[in-house]
């Protein structure tokens, strides 16, 4: 059983772990900003779908992966926008409308697909790259410096969330909007402008999530390629307790777990695969199991809030 | 401000709607909404397939064949005498059971329920609709009803050849096999692959991993990852996800196999062979079979014997000649009988 577990096969699953949470990240980070000032987005994954598309379309038409990326983002903030307008202006039930823009992703980017591609192919993407000198680190250089180029950018988008939630003046109305907004309202802070950015900066990081996926990771598009990864992602704003660091640290169990059931399978250990492919999901249950006496969600969040004029 | 927001969300509805129905391609000569443009003679009514999956048509996997088929036929057959109409994407049961029930209400001949987790919801319609022939795929069972046909595949048989063809083809004497959900033709194939491989050198190691799902590319991707990791330089997998598993191989120049459909064209240089459900005979059978007026009551399978799966070579990879003949001498045992793959039906 030594030799099962070596130095190695350690390595190779936390690499795996750190690509897996890519696309978690970008997305739990932008859904966090959003449901830090109130609003709960659940069409992170429709707006993941329409970013992916987007940014393989972009690749697959002219091999421009800026361009792709760039496209996803815009995408990706066009429809935060229309969630925002949906829930903040109209003031709709923000989990019902939620659903709708999932599905009018899901919908509108096999649509788009099958008129414009309908050939599951693949394109060159965003390369690895390593990293100068650090990449030559034993053991942390093949795991961390040894990356796609986007999953860099996810990782680094951690602590500049956690400074611009925790130490900007732009944080704290974001946190007072999510907290009370009828007190920030008296304060001169505009509930509906903050919303609006939170909400759109989350569609933007969702669009590139989705991008992370079809032009970097996996560098193919097909229907519902995302197959409910931003799902997952909201369920880790919760598990990471609305806290940039902490949801990293949960997307990095799940995808470790993840991994981990992977090589469990490959190397024969008698578990049914039945069984260890609930393992992550268990694993997130029992954790916002236990953290749901210490974890307070920002106090109104998906609730509407109108201006008593 | 209630009235606007209220008319705004009601149009964001239809509009949601139409995207989602939308999601349906229009290649269909028929949509369900409408009634075909019927011949001016009453002569010739063309017979009217429908076909409900639950993934996407282009999946290059099990819908994907399904849909090929019916389109190579309606090109053999003429519009005037075949034409169908296709609902994909219904992973949920209730809105396949809902398309089901709708295609028989409308005057569809034959309505292809190709999901083995339509089960249930036939058994339900098909004794309201007598006059209309139902079929399950994949499966083996038709409950026994009268206008109930089932298919399935035999995918073992394809399976066992590439077993073979991968045990003569590595060299690291590892292979890996990336399976979606340990069930179905799923299961079916990596078992017969699996036999193979050990019937040609049983000191090859397969290891094997089910992701838990027919969707999830990244999984997929990761599980080859892993896979090679572990030292294979030939792969195998099945379902829609392996779009992620084969972008690694291409990667990683580890070969691959690929089963359901034709999947050369993903990696041409590393891709050996695939094999294809061509269900034309099977479709064929059952639209002979209810003109006649048997509605129902009857098994298919697709098998290497009657043609039903094709091992369909890729000529972008050079295949060694005498590996090749491993395979066909595989092939040719199992079709008259002198091998027993030991797993599934026949």
């Known amino acids: 059983m030594d030799d099962l577990l070596t130095g190695s096969v350690l390595i190779g699953l936390l690499a795996s772990a750190i690509r897996l949470a890519t696309p978690y990240l970008y997305a739990a980070i932008g859904e966090t900003f959003g449901q830090r000032s109130g609003v709960l987005n659940l069409g992170v994954d429709g707006i993941m779908l329409m970013g992916a598309f987007s940014a393989f379309y972009v690749v697959f038409k002219t091999g421009d992966l800026v361009g792709g990326l760039l496209l996803a983002a815009l995408v990706g903030l066009l429809m935060g926008l229309m969630m925002a307008f949906i829930s903040v202006t109209l003031n709709a039930q923000q989990g019902i409308s939620g659903i709708g823009v999932y599905l009018f992703g899901l919908g509108m980017s096999d649509l788009l697909f099958q008129k414009l591609i309908n050939n599951v192919q693949t394109v060159s993407g965003f390369p690895v790259a390593p990293i100068p000198i650090l990449s030559k680190i034993p053991v942390l250089g093949p795991i961390l ?49 903050v919303r609006y950015f939170t909400v759109s900066l989350g569609g933007l990081l969702s669009g590139i999530a989705g991008a992370s996926l079809s032009i970097a990771l996996l560098n193919v598009f097909q229907y519902n390629l995302t197959n409910g990864l931003g799902f997952i992602a909201i369920a880790l704003v919760y598990f990471g307790g609305w806290r940039p660091t902490w949801v990293l640290l949960g997307s990095l169990i799940f995808s470790f777990v993840n991994a981990l059931q992977i090589w469990v399978q490959v190397v024969g250990l008698p578990i049914p695969s039945d069984v260890a492919v609930m393992t992550p999901y268990i694993l997130t249950i029992v954790v916002l199991v236990l953290s749901a006496q210490r974890v307070r969600p920002p106090s109104a969040l998906s609730k509407a809030y109108e201006r008593l004029e | 401000m209630k009235k606007v927001s209220f ?68 090109s053999q057959m003429g519009s005037d005498k075949f034409q169908f109409a296709v609902s994909d994407s219904m992973f949920v049961v209730d809105d396949a059971a809902a398309a089901i029930r709708d295609y028989a209400s409308q005057g569809y001949n034959l309505i292809l329920a190709h999901g083995s987790q339509y089960g249930s919801a036939l058994k339900e319609i098909a004794p309201d609709f007598p006059k209309v022939s139902f079929a399950w795929g994949t499966a083996g069972d038709n409950f026994g009803i009268p206008n109930v046909f089932a298919y399935e ?27 979606p959900v340990e069930v179905g033709d799923a299961k079916l194939y990596v078992d017969g692959f699996l036999s193979g491989v050990k019937a040609s050198n049983p000191a090859i190691t397969v290891n094997v991993n089910y992701t838990g799902s027919f969707g999830d590319v990244a999984l997929a991707s990761e599980a080859a990852q892993t896979h090679i990791g572990a030292g294979a330089d030939v792969m195998t997998g099945s379902a829609q996800m392996v779009v992620g598993a084969v972008g690694v191989a291409k990667e990683k120049g580890v070969l691959w196999f690929g089963t359901q459909a034709d999947q050369s064209s993903l990696a041409p240089k590393i891709v050996v062979a695939s094999q294809v459900y061509d269900w034309e005979n099977v479709v064929t059978t059952m639209i002979e079979l209810n003109q006649a007026g048997t509605m129902g009551g009857q098994n298919f399978a697709l098998s290497l014997k009657n043609g039903g799966l094709v091992l369909a070579y890729n000529p972008g990879y050079e295949l060694p000649a005498d590996v090749k003949a491993l395979g066909d001498a595989a092939a040719k045992g199992i079709i008259d009988g002198t091998i027993t793959i030991g797993v599934g039906g026949e």
């Not at chain 1, 988008?157 to 109305?173: E, S, Y």
């Not at chain 2, 995918?155 to 096999?177: H, M, N, P, R, W």
């Open chain 2, 153 to 179: 595949a035999f995918s073992q048989e394809g399976g066992y050849v590439f077993g073979v063809l991968a045990a003569a083809l590595t060299k690291s004497d590892v292979i890996g096999v990336v399976g």
């Open chain 1, 145 to 193: 410096f040894t990356q796609n180029v986007l999953v860099y950018g996810a990782y680094l988008l951690v602590p500049i969330a956690w400074f611009i939630l925790n130490k900007t003046t732009l944080g704290l109305k974001i946190r007072a909007v999510g907290e009370n907004p009828e007190a920030a309202d008296t304060l001169g802070v505009s509930v509906s402008k």
């Open chain 2, 7 to 74: 008319i705004v969300v009601l149009l964001l509805l239809v509009a949601l709607l139409g995207t989602a129905c939308a999601a349906k391609p229009p290649a269909a000569p028929a949509a369900p909404a409408e009634q075909p443009a019927a011949p001016a003679e009453k002569a010739a009514e063309p017979f009217k397939v429908a076909l409900v999956t639950p993934s996407a048509i282009n999946d290059l996997a099990f819908s994907q064949s399904m849909y090929d088929t019916l389109v190579k036929m309606q």
